[in-house]
RNA sequence: UGUCUCAUGGUGUAAUGGUAGCACGUCAGAUUCUGGAUCUGCCUGUCUAGGUUCGAAUCCUAGUGAGACAACCA
């Protein structure tokens, strides 16, 4: 077994990998390493389930091994083909390749044959209870459970009763299938649970009206992981308590050694936003946002489409890190893995979100000058572009002040300012209406300090972006924020709907971008200068541009404002 | 009055009996044709009490606190 080590050469191993090391340097399994990625089609993927995909596929190829993508659908009340595309998408925009797609499905008579097995051994039986007298039967945690009366029908009239729940002859609900184990168990799993139960109200997705029974979770997830040959079955937390049944089943039946070897790790909590399936489908259904990729979901969707790299969520997912500590992460933590992506990686260009106009008025009415600027300082290789100016010009209006604060490098009566990859310019005044409101600035340029000419090298405080009003495009903004108000909404008690923040998203229209945005594609990134990074958006035409505001630039200026 | 698991700066995570380190964050400074980026420095931590040991974040015991488990969900 080779272990591939090139690419990260000195980094220490977390406790997941570390196990796995010291299997393989043990020779277990034949230093074999299989993994699982086993979702459920029954929502979309979130960045939860990115750092267990991550871990999966990781170890896989670190070790020289594979890792599978397994659709756990074993209950058709609630899967649906949607999902399995979605899914299979989402794995692959995250640079991932499964070796084989298998469904626990695929199983399906195999786990039956078993549960024949578990019958005729004496190891299951079938109640005919409803759920809740089975329910109440369970006892607590702390008081043990009771026997059902037909705990102890003969293997004879399992046999018989299993055969007409298969058949489809007993209505859904009336009976389950059930292993015989342990009702006084201090571990709840193993009072007792259900293997089978009857579904004929629903067609899966994959076998259609095949069957009327289907096998639960409990029953069918381990025992997959241990026909496929899965050697570290890599699971969250919550997992834990469910291990010890897993292995039950497989003792009852299996003659060698072999056992997949599950491994429990955190889940992925970060503040302001929530992370269960059932919390975001109802923020779909009820219309809170646009959809499973609004932007301001945390879904995978969600967030390549608010403009996140994969290599942005990869940054994140290392970062974080892998243990069995429940944590809730600092959601600063993604966005500052995303600026870190799209830093390297972004094209500079100018756009003004809230313009007003800035009137060169020493500059020749009608003149057009194509000033050169770099595609991305961070990247020499990235080029440089040619922008137009022209004697007007629209800037943001925050960026005139008459009255400033103290330190305000700006636009200001009498004060200087570099516009960038342009000239020089001195403030002489604005034009104001009725109402106060600031409708034209004024300036006047110095025809010596053009860029790249010796004057330029003047020192001036502040570089101010900018359009030509004559050469410029208008654009549909959407400035995204935290989804919630607080930072742990699972943890409040109050419903999680009142927790959301009203203003997690603001449309700005008429935001005037620099021509060369005019033909720009769905999800291409770039850093509006002095502003944040965008992109855009899936509903962005040629005649209608959307832009999405991934994060904003860390900006030094607010907190001094603050203070 | 159960079983299982966990506890290191504000947050997340390393240290595998031998100098408590890293990242984010905060604050300060340098630099800058993005108040971005970059660079430098500062800040803040081993839950408590015993024990083992030359030496404990690490091992043991007992507390304290937190989480998971009682779906015909996964």
Redesign the pocket.
């Known amino acids: 077994m080779k272990i591939n080590e090139e690419e990260t050469p000195k980094k220490?191993?977390?406790?997941i990998e570390?196990i796995v090391d010291q299997d393989v340097k043990e020779g277990k399994n034949d230093g074999r390493v299989q993994t699982r990625f086993p979702p459920?089609p029954n929502g979309y993927l979130h960045i939860g389930h990115a750092k267990a995909i991550c871990l999966n596929f990781d170890i896989a190829k670190r070790y020289g091994g594979i890792c599978n993508l397994r659709f756990?659908d074993?209950?058709p009340?609630?899967e649906d083909v949607e999902y399995v595309d979605s899914i299979m998408e989402d794995i692959q925009w995250l640079g991932y390749q499964w070796e084989n797609v298998y469904y626990a499905s695929d199983y399906f008579q195999k786990l039956w044959d078993l549960a024949i097995q578990f019958i005729k051994k004496g190891l299951a039986y079938v109640d005919e209870?409803?759920?809740e007298t089975?329910?109440k039967q369970?006892g607590?945690?702390?008081v043990p459970g009771i026997e059902s009366p037909y705990r102890n029908r003969p293997v004879e009239e399992n046999l018989v009763l299993f055969q007409k729940m298969t058949d489809g002859e007993i209505p859904?609900?009336?009976?389950?299938l059930r292993a015989k184990i342990d009702m006084a168990s201090?571990?709840?799993?193993f009072r007792d649970p259900?293997m089978y139960?009857?579904i004929t109200s629903h067609p899966h997705h994959r076998t259609g009206w095949q069957w009327k029974v289907?096998p639960?979770?409990?029953f069918a997830?381990g025992q997959c992981d241990y026909f496929e040959g899965v050697t570290h079955s890599l699971c969250t937390?919550?997992?834990?308590?469910?291990r010890p049944l897993y292995d039950w089943f497989i003792d009852q039946y299996q003659d060698s050694d072999y056992r997949p070897r599950q491994i429990e790790f955190?889940r992925l909590n970060l503040t302001y936003t929530v992370m269960s399936k059932r919390k975001l489908l109802q923020l779909v259904q009820e219309k809170f946002v646009s959809g499973w990729d609004d932007p301001r979901m945390p879904t995978l969707c969600g967030l390549r489409r608010r403009g996140f790299t994969p290599e942005s969520i990869h940054n994140f997912i290392d970062?974080?890190?892998?243990?069995?500590?429940?944590?809730?992460?600092?959601i600063?933590?993604l966005e500052?893995a995303a600026?870190e992506s799209l830093?390297k990686t972004a094209t500079?260009v100018n756009a003004v979100l809230h313009p007003v106009k800035l009137i060169v008025t020493n500059y020749q009415e009608g003149k057009v000058e194509m000033m050169t600027t770099q595609n991305?300082?961070?990247d020499p290789e990235a080029g440089t572009r040619e922008v137009a100016f022209s004697r007007e010009l629209f800037i943001e209006r925050d960026d005139f002040m008459e009255n400033p604060p103290k330190?305000?490098?700006?636009l200001t009566p009498g004060q200087e300012v570099?516009l960038?990859?342009a000239y020089i310019v001195k403030c002489t005044g604005c034009k104001k209406d009725d109402n106060g409101e600031i409708m034209e600035v004024y300036c006047e340029y110095d025809p010596l300090t053009?860029?790249?000419m010796p004057e330029?090298n003047r020192k001036v405080k502040?570089?101010l972006h900018w359009v030509s009003v004559a050469h410029c495009v208008d654009a549909e903004v959407r400035l995204y924020d935290r989804l919630f108000n607080v930072e742990n909404p699972s943890a409040d008690e109050r419903d999680f709907r009142e927790l959301l923040n009203p203003d997690s998203l603001q449309i700005l229209t008429g935001c005037k971008l620099e021509n060369s945005l005019k033909n720009v594609h769905p999800l291409e990134h770039f850093?509006f200068?002095?502003i944040g990074y965008f992109t855009v958006d899936l509903d962005s035409t040629p005649n209608k541009l959307i832009f999405n505001r991934t994060v904003s630039?860390?900006?030094?200026?607010s907190?001094?404002l603050n203070k």
């Open positions: 220490n191993l977390n406790f570390a459920e756990d074993t209950n009340v609630k209870q409803s759920a089975i329910a369970k607590t945690p702390t859904e609900g009336s009976m389950v201090p571990n709840m799993h259900i139960r009857i289907y639960m979770y409990d997830h937390l919550e997992f834990e308590v469910h955190n970062k974080i890190g892998y243990t069995k500590f429940e944590a809730l992460n600092d600063g933590l500052h600026r830093n500079r991305n300082p961070e330190n305000y490098f700006r570099r960038k990859s053009k860029s790249g330029s502040g570089t850093q200068q002095r630039l860390k900006d030094s200026w907190k001094e």
